[in-house]
C-alpha cells in the first residue's frame, strides 16, 4: 500500500493510473477502521478498482467539540488493517490539506429538506460540513465509484445530492451495515463503551426488529414512542429521535401500507457516547 500525505502526490499518482486504464474506487473514512469499513475496501477490490481510503478527521462536520477531540484516533492500527485488505492507495493528509485557505465553507450545497431532519436537526451544519470535505476528497481522488456503508442512512442520501449536483458521473455504492455476532452496528465510536455498554447498546437493533414486526398492528407514532421507552428502560441516557420514515424523503410516514418503502432510524445516547442505527422495513 502507498501512503500519500500531500494533495499533489496523490493526484499526480492517480492521474497516471487512469491514464493506465485503470478505474479508481474509494472510500474516505475518519479512521479507527472497523469491519464495516474493511468491507467497503473489499468490495471495491472485489470491483477491479485502484482503492483508494482516506483517513480525515473533518474538524466541518462536528457540531460537538467535546465530540471532536475525543473522536478516536489509530493510525497504525488503521495501516496494519488496510495492508491486510490489500488496499492499494491511503491518503492521510493534515488539516491544512484539506483547507489551504482555512475551514470556512464557501459555498451553501443545496440539500433541501434532508438538511434539517433527523441527523441535520440534530447536528446543525453537519451535512454542510460533509459535503464540504467529501467535495474536496473527490475532486483530490476524482474516483469513479465511492462506496459507504448503510449506517450512515441519511449521510448516503446526502452524498447522493452531492453526486448530482456535482459529481454526475461518480456512482455511489451504499454497501449493507457490517454487525456484530450480536448484531451490533460496527462503529468506530463503540470503542468508547464499556462491556456493559456494547451489551445495552443492542437494545437499538433489537428494537428496530421488534418495531418491524409490528408495524401493521400499531400507529407508526406509537411503535416510535415504544421504542424510545425501551431505549431508555434499557440504560439509554437519552435519545435524539426514533422515526419511521420514507425511504427516499425521511419525512414520517403516516401510515404503514403494503407498498411503503420505509426505514426505522435511531440515535441514541449510552454512556455518553451518541450511537446511530437504521433497518429498511
Ligand atoms: O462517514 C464518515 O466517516 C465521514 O462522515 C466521511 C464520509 C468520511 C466524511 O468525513
Not at 496523490?10 to 469491519?35: D, R, Y
Not at 408495524?215 to 431505549?231: D, K, N, Q, V
Request: proline content about 4%; aromatic content about 8%; hydrophobic content about 40%.
Amino acid at each position: 500500500m502507498i501512503i500519500f500525505k500531500k494533495v499533489n502526490d496523490i493526484a499526480s499518482f492517480l492521474n497516471q493510473q487512469k491514464q493506465k486504464n485503470n478505474t479508481i474506487g474509494f472510500v474516505p473514512t475518519m479512521g479507527a477502521l472497523h469491519e464495516g469499513h474493511l468491507s467497503l475496501i473489499k468490495k471495491s477490490k472485489q470491483n477491479k478498482h485502484l482503492t483508494v481510503c482516506s483517513i480525515f478527521v473533518n474538524p466541518t462536520q462536528f457540531n460537538d467539540a467535546t465530540d471532536f477531540e475525543k473522536y478516536p484516533s489509530k493510525h497504525e492500527e488503521d495501516i496494519l488493517l488496510l495492508s491486510r485488505v490489500d488496499c492499494d492507495v491511503l491518503f492521510l493528509p493534515v488539516a491544512a490539506e484539506i483547507y489551504p485557505s482555512g475551514t470556512t465553507l464557501e459555498i451553501s450545497y443545496p440539500l433541501g429538506e434532508m438538511e434539517n431532519l433527523l441527523e441535520g436537526k440534530f447536528r446543525p451544519g453537519h451535512f454542510q460540513g460533509v459535503c464540504q470535505v467529501v467535495d474536496r476528497l473527490l475532486s483530490i481522488v476524482t474516483p469513479h465509484t465511492l462506496y459507504m456503508g448503510q449506517k450512515d442512512f441519511q449521510q448516503c442520501m446526502v452524498v447522493e445530492k452531492l453526486l448530482q449536483y456535482k459529481y454526475n458521473h461518480v456512482e455511489l455504492a451504499v454497501c449493507p451495515t457490517e454487525r456484530t455476532t450480536s448484531k451490533l452496528a460496527m462503529s468506530s465510536r463503540n470503542i468508547r463503551l464499556s462491556s456493559k455498554g456494547m451489551v445495552t447498546a443492542t437494545a437499538i437493533i433489537q428494537g428496530m426488529e421488534h418495531a418491524k414486526q409490528t408495524l401493521l398492528t400499531l400507529p407508526l407514532r406509537t411503535i416510535e414512542a415504544e421504542l424510545t421507552a425501551s431505549l431508555l428502560a434499557s440504560g439509554f441516557s437519552k435519545v435524539d429521535y426514533v422515526s419511521i420514515a420514507d425511504a427516499n424523503t425521511l419525512l414520517p410516514l403516516e401510515k404503514w401500507e403494503n407498498d411503503s418503502k420505509g426505514v426505522v432510524l435511531v440515535a441514541a445516547f449510552l454512556e455518553g457516547v451518541r450511537l446511530i442505527d437504521n433497518l429498511l422495513l
